[in-house]
């Protein structure tokens, strides 16, 4: 009788490790890598919504600081538009602060971006490598009208996203 309970202890205790060792296996396998479409949604996500989001409603500290120094002149512009009004008035220092206030938080940290118009780089995070295996562009088109008698544009705006 002692042997037959030996055996079937035996037995559940291999049954055990085998069922453990498996499962272990499966998690090893299975680790998670972010997808390509995840860069794909933060790319246009950005994009759209720095074209589409004014300005008047962007509460950052450093834009309250740009519209009482009357940096902003504009308040109706979107995100996009002031970033290439800026662009046009060759002021990139103001350029990059602005992009950085309203981008920052917005991608996740293991990915790069950076924020461009006619491919002058406004604002960029991490290094944007060639060697890179996922480098996702979302573009949108950028006009504006500082004053009443004139016109700038049509740039590219663009956003740039990549895995670090």
Same mark, same amino acid.
């Given at each position: 009788?002692?042997?037959?309970?030996?055996?079937?202890?035996? $037995?559940?205790?291999? +049954?055990?490790?085998? #069922?453990?060792?498996?499962?272990?296996?499966?998690?090893?396998?299975?680790?998670?890598?972010?997808?390509?479409? *995840?860069?794909?949604?933060?790319? $246009?996500?950005? +994009?759209?919504?720095?074209?589409? *989001?004014?300005?008047?409603?962007?509460?950052?500290?450093?834009? *309250?600081?740009?519209?009482? $120094?009357?940096? #902003?002149?504009?308040? /109706?512009?979107?995100?996009? /538009?002031?970033?290439?009004?800026?662009?046009?008035?060759? /002021?990139?220092?103001?350029?990059?602060?602005?992009?950085?206030?309203?981008? #920052?938080?917005?991608?996740?940290?293991?990915?790069?971006?950076?924020?461009?118009?006619?491919?002058?780089?406004?604002?960029?995070?991490?290094? /944007?490598?060639?060697?890179?295996?996922?480098?996702?562009?979302?573009?949108?088109?950028?006009?504006?009208?500082?004053?009443?008698?004139?016109? !700038?544009?049509?740039?590219?705006?663009?956003?740039?996203? !990549?895995? *670090?």
């Amino acid at each position: 009788m002692k042997k037959k309970g030996y055996f079937l202890t035996l $037995d559940a205790f291999i +049954a055990t490790v085998i #069922i453990a060792a498996g499962l272990l296996l499966l998690l090893f396998l299975t680790s998670y890598r972010p997808e390509q479409e *995840q860069a794909v949604f933060f790319a $246009d996500d950005l +994009a759209k919504g720095m074209a589409t *989001q004014t300005v008047r409603n962007t509460n950052t500290p450093e834009i *309250q600081q740009m519209r009482r $120094d009357g940096d #902003i002149r504009n308040l /109706e512009n979107s995100l996009f /538009e002031q970033i290439g009004e800026f662009y046009i008035r060759e /002021e990139f220092t103001l350029a990059e602060t602005f992009t950085e206030s309203i981008t #920052i938080g917005r991608i996740p940290p293991q990915y790069g971006y950076s924020v461009r118009v006619d491919d002058a780089i406004m604002y960029e995070t991490g290094v /944007e490598r060639n060697s890179s295996g996922l480098l996702i562009s979302s573009k949108v088109i950028l006009s504006g009208t500082p004053n009443k008698s004139m016109f !700038w544009g049509p740039f590219v705006g663009e956003v740039r996203v !990549w895995q *670090q």
